[in-house]
């Protein structure tokens, strides 16, 4: 979901360094790093995403263990 977002130009990724690939989110065992260029547009797009993933997969996320950085 988040690299077809990124695909549509919906989310932009992020170059940690000049020579770096580009990141959009990094995967831990039960975590995930969402990486964006700051935007309110692309915070609201990346809530979007994690619904429409909590609808498709059931899986419900803990909305007091989120948090937005910029």
């Known amino acids: 979901m988040l690299r077809a ?11 940690v360094g000049a020579t770096s690939p580009r990141m959009s989110h990094i995967l831990f065992a039960d975590d995930t790093m969402i990486f964006c260029k700051e935007s309110v547009t692309k ?6 995403i994690l619904a429409d993933y909590d609808r498709a997969l059931g899986q419900k996320l803990n909305m007091r263990k989120c948090s937005l950085n910029f």
Do not use: F, N, P
């Not at 915070?43 to 979007?48: D, M, Q």
């Open 5 to 15: 977002a990124e695909e549509r130009r919906a989310l932009t990724s992020i170059k």
């Open 43 to 48: 915070s609201k797009y990346t809530v979007r």
